[in-house]
Protein backbone atom coordinates (compact mmCIF):
# COMPACT_ATOMS: atom_id res chain seq x y z
CA UNK A 1 0.00 0.00 0.00
CA UNK A 2 1.26 3.51 -0.85
CA UNK A 3 1.52 6.18 1.84
CA UNK A 4 2.79 8.83 2.74
CA UNK A 5 2.93 10.56 6.27
CA UNK A 6 3.75 13.73 7.31
CA UNK A 7 4.69 15.14 10.53
CA UNK A 8 6.30 18.15 12.07
CA UNK A 9 3.10 20.40 12.70
CA UNK A 10 2.29 22.78 15.42
CA UNK A 11 1.83 25.69 16.66
CA UNK A 12 4.52 28.32 16.76
CA UNK A 13 4.51 32.10 17.13
CA UNK A 14 5.45 34.30 14.07
CA UNK A 15 9.66 34.37 13.56
CA UNK A 16 9.59 30.57 15.00
CA UNK A 17 10.66 27.60 12.50
CA UNK A 18 9.25 24.17 12.14
CA UNK A 19 10.60 21.37 10.23
CA UNK A 20 8.42 19.09 8.27
CA UNK A 21 8.69 15.63 7.46
CA UNK A 22 7.18 13.64 4.37
CA UNK A 23 8.04 9.60 4.45
CA UNK A 24 6.73 7.61 2.26
CA UNK A 25 6.39 3.84 2.76
CA UNK A 26 5.03 1.13 -0.02
CA UNK A 27 6.59 2.86 -1.88
CA UNK A 28 10.26 4.18 -3.26
CA UNK A 29 10.30 8.16 -3.29
CA UNK A 30 13.78 8.40 -5.85
CA UNK A 31 11.39 8.17 -9.08
CA UNK A 32 9.27 10.46 -7.68
CA UNK A 33 9.04 14.00 -7.37
CA UNK A 34 7.40 15.27 -4.34
CA UNK A 35 5.88 18.76 -3.71
CA UNK A 36 4.71 20.28 -0.61
CA UNK A 37 0.94 22.08 -0.68
CA UNK A 38 -0.98 24.21 2.05
CA UNK A 39 -4.54 24.81 2.48
CA UNK A 40 -5.73 27.77 4.78
CA UNK A 41 -9.36 27.73 6.26
CA UNK A 42 -11.60 28.97 3.36
CA UNK A 43 -9.00 29.04 0.32
CA UNK A 44 -7.65 26.85 -2.03
CA UNK A 45 -5.01 24.57 -1.99
CA UNK A 46 -1.68 26.04 -3.04
CA UNK A 47 2.02 25.01 -3.68
CA UNK A 48 4.44 25.48 -1.36
CA UNK A 49 7.56 23.76 -2.53
CA UNK A 50 8.75 20.86 -4.83
CA UNK A 51 11.50 19.19 -5.46
CA UNK A 52 12.53 16.56 -8.29
CA UNK A 53 13.57 12.95 -7.99
CA UNK A 54 17.26 13.77 -8.02
CA UNK A 55 16.90 17.08 -6.31
CA UNK A 56 18.40 19.10 -9.26
CA UNK A 57 15.40 21.01 -10.10
CA UNK A 58 13.75 22.56 -6.89
CA UNK A 59 11.02 25.23 -6.70
CA UNK A 60 9.59 27.90 -4.15
CA UNK A 61 5.65 29.95 -4.40
CA UNK A 62 6.86 33.63 -3.87
CA UNK A 63 5.50 34.10 -0.82
CA UNK A 64 8.14 31.70 0.87
CA UNK A 65 11.12 32.21 -0.96
CA UNK A 66 13.92 32.94 1.11
CA UNK A 67 12.55 30.87 3.89
CA UNK A 68 11.13 27.29 3.32
CA UNK A 69 13.85 25.36 2.20
CA UNK A 70 12.73 21.73 0.63
CA UNK A 71 15.41 18.99 0.73
CA UNK A 72 15.08 15.70 0.28
CA UNK A 73 16.81 11.96 1.68
CA UNK A 74 16.39 9.26 -0.77
CA UNK A 75 18.39 6.69 1.56
CA UNK A 76 15.49 7.88 4.07
CA UNK A 77 12.98 7.73 2.02
CA UNK A 78 11.71 11.46 3.13
CA UNK A 79 11.57 14.81 2.09
CA UNK A 80 11.67 17.90 4.53
CA UNK A 81 10.55 21.36 4.28
CA UNK A 82 12.46 23.35 6.72
CA UNK A 83 9.82 26.90 7.66
CA UNK A 84 11.75 29.55 9.03
CA UNK A 85 10.32 33.28 9.77
CA UNK A 86 7.03 31.81 10.23
CA UNK A 87 4.12 34.25 9.38
CA UNK A 88 0.53 34.46 10.46
CA UNK A 89 -0.23 33.99 6.60
CA UNK A 90 1.62 30.48 7.09
CA UNK A 91 -0.84 28.71 8.81
CA UNK A 92 -2.57 26.03 7.13
CA UNK A 93 -2.66 21.89 6.97
CA UNK A 94 0.35 21.10 5.06
CA UNK A 95 0.17 18.36 2.22
CA UNK A 96 3.15 16.07 0.98
CA UNK A 97 2.55 14.75 -2.46
CA UNK A 98 4.34 12.21 -5.19
CA UNK A 99 4.26 12.67 -8.90
CA UNK A 100 6.08 9.54 -10.22
CA UNK A 101 8.80 11.59 -12.48
CA UNK A 102 12.13 12.49 -13.58
CA UNK A 103 11.76 15.40 -14.89
CA UNK A 104 11.64 18.54 -13.28
CA UNK A 105 9.53 19.80 -10.42
CA UNK A 106 6.14 21.22 -10.84
CA UNK A 107 3.88 22.84 -8.32
CA UNK A 108 -0.02 22.01 -9.84
CA UNK A 109 -1.79 19.80 -7.31
CA UNK A 110 -3.69 17.98 -10.47
CA UNK A 111 -0.79 16.51 -11.49
CA UNK A 112 0.10 14.74 -8.08
CA UNK A 113 -1.41 10.87 -7.70
CA UNK A 114 -0.48 10.23 -4.14
CA UNK A 115 -1.64 12.54 -1.24
CA UNK A 116 -0.53 12.62 2.45
CA UNK A 117 -3.32 13.36 5.26
CA UNK A 118 -1.65 16.42 5.86
CA UNK A 119 -0.56 18.14 9.23
CA UNK A 120 -1.61 21.11 10.87
CA UNK A 121 0.84 24.23 11.18
CA UNK A 122 -0.24 27.05 12.88
CA UNK A 123 1.55 30.43 13.46
CA UNK A 124 0.26 32.73 16.25
CA UNK A 125 1.28 34.67 19.00
Known amino acids: QLQLVESGGGLVQPGGSLRLSCAAS????????IGWFRQAPGKEREGVSC????????NYAESVKGRFTISRDNAKNTVYLQMNSLKPDDTGIYYC??????????????????WGQGTQVTVSS
Open 26 to 33: GFTLDVYA
Open 97 to 114: AALRTTAMCVMRTGWYKY
Open 51 to 58: ISSSGGSI
